[in-house]
Nanobody, 125 residues
Framework: QVQLVESGGGLVQAGDSLRLVCATSGLAFSTYGMVWFRQAPGKERAFVAGITGSGSSASYADSVKGRFSISRDNAKKAVYLQMNALKLEDTAVYYC??????????????????WGKGILVTVSS
């Protein structure tokens, strides 16, 4: 049974940093691209960052470039999202997702095979 479990969320102030962790099990982890999405209140789920199975390539949404960093540890079967200089508009439920490394192209949510349940990040002023 495949499980993706997010942790590390919470309430922080604008300008603070936070690191999200997505721990996985039951997954041939290195053969999956890993992605972070987020869904803000009243908005659709949106791509945040993605990383290839080997970790050699990463992509970011324009809104988080230069502030967020995605990384992975294939030995620990975990993916991380380091979030710096957090802004009010980063408030959202953050989801971890996985798709086969054989799938290429945009990191669209429709191409994801597995999802975590999400974790709330709240940024206050």
């Amino acid at each position: 049974q495949v499980q993706l479990v997010e942790s590390g969320g919470g309430l922080v102030q604008a300008g603070d940093s936070l690191r999200l962790v997505c721990a996985t099990s039951g997954l041939a982890f290195s053969t999956y691209g890993m992605v972070w999405f987020r869904q803000a209140p009243g908005k659709e789920r949106a791509f945040v960052a993605g990383i290839t199975g080997s970790g050699s390539s990463a992509s970011y949404a324009d809104s988080v470039k230069g502030r967020f960093s995605i990384s992975r540890d294939n030995a620990k079967k975990a993916v991380y999202l380091q979030m710096n200089a957090l802004k009010l508009e980063d408030t959202a439920v953050y989801y971890c997702a996985a798709r086969s490394a054989l799938v290429t192209g945009r990191w669209d949510s429709e191409t994801m095979k597995y999802w975590g349940k999400g974790i709330l990040v709240t940024v206050s002023s």
